[in-house]
């Protein structure tokens, strides 16, 4: 696979790679810049003080954790003879977001009958702070309300409502900052089931998939008045959200949209494109080594990508190893140590990374969702069993388990210092779970 030559733009640019089988990276038109682009509706608001980053084991500020990996650094968990201490509970209106832990607020999306809600929680009490409204409620036959997850960054909050509308909102007291209406601004349609993607903040520009028309798939916005800087690609919106890693040497924006994986800079010049032969949810999982592993749903399967840069500043992408072993559908993997951990379906496995091999397997959980703290796997089946999991290859080995939550429970944990944060469409709680000294 052989990607365009390197260009002078390219020192220092994003790059995004993904796929599953083999095939050609391409060149495609450079991204829309409108002379003058109408800006959003804007309401005052006095510009935020930057704050310094958080400790990453003492926030889960956005989708999949601080670096979107679905991993937190720490040592192991200790699973107490009587269970883990209930912090506090709190009843939930319907919603699929993630819940979003920085400076002691917890931030998710939520709705009743009528309204969509960004809201924000006490993080040591689960008492709500305020909430804003995002819009009318999304209605669907696997739950309604928001899928979205909330991106804390700095005294701003943004959220993507499920029927298109991007709030960025004053994280201090809910006030509106700016909303773009995706559906109105760049004439896209809502997707079957709602708009998913969680906004990505880099460099000062909020990335979303927008899915609109004339190259505004994936647009790019000023983070501080929501004006579009660029847009590129085509087609619907899907229902992934972008990582960033270093590939090649080179930083990357990695996107999953349908069965395209594609490579953006970070002025949206597309750099190379991966096809694959079916869609994909679950987000692609950077590894050290200039690898990325990626997940499809149906037989497609998956595999670890290698990208390098060569001395002719071309990027080249191959398959170290490609099977049907992990199939993730709505929930992304995680990589520990020599390990991929995730569920092929409603099969939680235990992947070797090197060759892919299935290490182990565990039935029993249904389709759900896992996170890595410290050495250690938090896994929520989908009907709200919270079970510890020893981060192992070895064997599939289980420190602790208990119903923390009733009925269907889609939405993958939340860990920030020594507590885990879950959720599903009628109650949230929030758990105490200690590191080993």
């Known amino acids: 696979m052989h990607a365009p030559p390197r260009r002078p733009w390219l020192a220092g640019t994003l790059t995004l790679c993904l796929g599953l089988a083999a095939s050609c990276a391409t060149r495609t038109p450079s991204p829309h810049r409108p002379p003058a682009p109408p800006a959003p509706a804007v309401a005052p608001a006095p510009p935020s003080a930057p704050q310094a980053p958080a400790r990453a084991a003492e926030a889960w500020p956005q989708y999949r954790g601080l670096n979107r990996d679905g991993v937190i650094p720490g040592t192991a968990l200790t699973w107490p003879a009587a269970g883990p201490r209930e912090v506090w509970r709190q009843a939930s209106g319907p919603g699929f977001s993630q819940l979003s832990v920085d400076g002691g607020a917890v931030f998710t999306g939520l709705a009743d009958e009528s309204q969509e809600y960004l809201v924000r929680l006490d993080a040591a009490t689960g008492r709500e702070i305020w909430r804003h409204p995002l819009g009318p409620v999304f209605k669907s036959e696997f739950g309604d309300g928001p899928r979205s997850t909330p991106t804390v ?58 899915g609109g028309k004339e190259e505004a798939a994936l647009v790019a916005l000023e983070r501080a008045t929501g004006e579009l800087r660029w847009s590129a690609l085509s087609g619907p919106a899907g229902y992934s959200s972008p990582v960033v890693a270093t590939l090649g040497g080179v930083r990357q924006v990695i996107l999953p949209r349908g069965k395209t994986v594609t490579s953006l800079s970070a002025q949206g010049e597309v750099l190379w494109t991966f096809e694959m032969e079916e869609p994909m949810i679950a987000m692609p999982v950077p590894v050290a080594g200039d690898r990325l592993f990626v997940s499809a749903m149906g037989d497609t399967g998956c595999a670890l990508l290698e990208v390098r840069m060569g001395l002719d500043g071309r990027f080249s992408v191959q398959a170290l190893w490609r099977n049907r072993n992990m199939r993730n559908h709505f929930n992304s993997s995680v990589v520990l140590g020599d390990a991929i951990y995730g569920f092929d379906n409603a099969t939680l496995k235990c992947l070797s990374l090197d060759t892919g091999e299935v290490r182990w397997a565990k039935r029993g959980l249904g389709k759900g969702s896992l996170i890595g703290v410290g050495r250690d796997l938090l896994v929520l089946s989908d009907r709200g069993m919270l079970v510890l999991v020893e981060g192992t290859s070895e064997a599939y080995r289980e420190k602790g388990s208990v119903q923390a939550l009733e009925g269907k429970s889609w939405t993958a944990p939340s860990f920030a210092a020594g507590r885990v944060y879950l959720r599903n469409l009628s109650e949230m709680a929030c758990l105490e779970l200690k590191e080993v000294a």
Not at 176 to 196: D, I, K, Q
């Open 153 to 210: 960054d700095g005294d701003l909050v943004f959220i993507l409502g499920a029927s298109g509308a991007l709030h960025a909102v004053r994280a201090s007291d809910g006030a509106p900052a700016w909303t773009v209406h995706l559906t109105a601004r760049f004439g896209s349609e809502v997707p079957r089931f709602g708009y998913s993607p969680a906004p990505l903040v880099l460099d000062g520009l909020v990335l979303v998939e927008a």
